[in-house]
């Protein structure tokens, strides 16, 4: 695991976090779970476009993963799955964060993120009076069933991965794959983080997208390449400048128990560079701890050359949340406007944009015709409609929201059927045929006929 603090680059300036935040709670894309309860530690939800621009994240990715790939299979397994599970995979005895505790004031860090740690409230010079690390493990357990035991007790994951090795045989007998092949799934994972922070950078629920390729273990420095530059250049294609985005790989002591090697992609948020996205040589540990933990065998056979061997994995595994943020910290931006005023813009690519367009008619007297434009659009895209107030409040609303094309629909349009659209980051406008609206969103979005 990473300390949060490694290196403090300077972020860039309109992307300042408390205004990350406080506009993904006044539009509704992210706010605290539990809010009317005075929320919960760790814990976030998602609002009408926040859920929005979470889909289209995920949906980009099992795009690229899944769908486009012949080597890689979907899988969507459950979130608690067999406790043995995790005995195998060794999370239930090392999957620890050291953790220490402030005498005085009772908090609780994590031993390696004391830089960032607030100061003590009962000391005089704000030092803290801390105990000796110990390894707080990071499973959040459950119990299944009426009976409360030992024996009922079961996890949930804290990676999305541990079924993928677990239902490796039979997907691989399923879809007749070969060595090499890929398997993959998006979902919850869960971690008791002891200081979640950073606003959803850090939570205690979050979604991991996983993908774990099956190989020879000759061959994993090859896939390790691949997949690296693979999962580069998925950041690049969802807007991500190059100047935000840069690779890591991990020191000697820096690696979790299963891994050989790994490289972290991470993201210049205003508070750092910071982890997005892990690829890890995971070798050829998982399948054999399940082997040897359920008995079943889960070595293959090459046909060719007819030799046995436990297939090596190499990892790739991207946080949604994670990758949400950044995309939302990245888009942000605050920009003058002429007479005096700003607009806050958020400047997403419109393959992730939550909304694709807003049909804004002039007047409420426009509502029929602009109502049926909208209706049209919307079985293609996720369109906006908004007849209430002023046209200029309505565009700033569209800005916050992203949305990267707003059709207006005047009095005019109803004589020369012909419809204005206006453009987010440019802000031009252009007067395009009514007919030719969808042909020219596809193109503009950057979808094919
Ligand atoms: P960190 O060092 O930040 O704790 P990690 O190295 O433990 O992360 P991995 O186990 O490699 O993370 O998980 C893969 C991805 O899952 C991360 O790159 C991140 O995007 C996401 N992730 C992990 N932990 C969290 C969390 N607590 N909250 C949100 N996303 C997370």
């Not at 894309?29 to 919960?40: R, T």
């Not at 790939?69 to 608690?80: F, K, Q, Y």
């Amino acid at each position: 695991m990473s300390a949060d603090t490694r290196e403090q680059a300077d972020a860039p300036a309109a992307a300042r976090m408390e205004d990350v935040v406080s506009l993904c709670a006044r539009r509704g894309y992210i706010f605290q779970s539990g809010e009317i309860y005075g929320g919960i530690n760790g814990f976030w939800d998602y609002g009408p476009l926040g859920v929005e621009l979470k889909n289209n994240v995920k949906a980009f990715w099992w795009q690229r993963m899944v769908r486009e790939r012949e080597d890689v299979e979907g899988l969507d397994s459950a979130i608690i799955t067999h406790p043995r599970t995790w005995e195998a995979s060794g999370h239930v005895a090392h999957f620890s964060d050291p953790m220490v505790d402030c005498r005085a004031c009772k908090k609780r860090f994590r031993a390696d993120q004391l830089d960032d740690a607030p100061k003590c409230t009962k000391s005089k010079d704000g030092s803290h009076d801390l105990t000796e690390p110990r390894d707080f493990n990071l499973m959040l357990s459950t119990q299944i069933g009426a009976h409360a035991d030992a024996a009922t007790t079961a996890y949930l994951r804290a990676e999305t991965c541990g079924s993928i090795f677990t239902d490796f045989r039979r997907v691989r007998e399923v879809a007749r794959q070969k060595i090499p092949f890929g398997m993959a799934q998006i979902g919850k994972a869960f971690r008791n983080e002891i200081n979640p922070r950073n606003f959803t950078f850090r939570s205690r629920e979050f979604e991991q997208a996983e993908m774990e390729f099956f190989c020879h273990p000759d061959s994993t420095d090859e896939w390790f390449e691949h997949w690296s530059s693979v999962r580069l250049d998925f950041h690049r294609d969802l807007g991500f400048s190059e100047a935000n985005l840069r690779t890591r790989p991990h020191g000697p002591d820096e690696l979790a128990h299963y891994c050989k090697r790994a490289i972290d992609i991470e993201f210049l948020f205003p508070f750092g560079w910071q982890e997005i996205e892990g690829i890890h040589d995971r070798g050829s540990y998982d399948l054999t701890q399940h082997t040897e933990f359920s008995g079943k065998e889960l070595a293959v056979t090459d046909e060719q050359t007819k030799e046995r061997f436990v297939p090596a994995v190499v990892e790739t595994s991207v946080g949604i949340d994670r990758t949400s943020l950044a995309l939302l910290c990245a888009a942000y931006a605050e920009e003058p406007l002429e007479g005096g005023e700003s607009r806050t813009v958020m400047r997403l690519s419109p393959r992730i944009a939550p909304i694709k367009a807003a049909i804004l008619p002039l007047s409420k007297k426009l509502s029929e015709p602009a109502r049926r434009l909208a209706a049209d659009l919307r079985k293609r895209w996720n369109v906006f409609y908004d007849d209430a107030g002023n046209i200029g409040r309505r565009y700033r609303r569209m800005d916050e929201a992203g949305t990267p094309f707003c059709v207006t629909y005047d009095f005019d349009s109803e004589t020369d059927q012909q419809v204005t659209v206006r453009e987010r980051d440019a802000m031009t406008q252009e007067r395009i045929p009514l007919e030719g609206v969808v042909a020219y969103l596809r193109e503009r979005l950057g979808e094919e006929a």
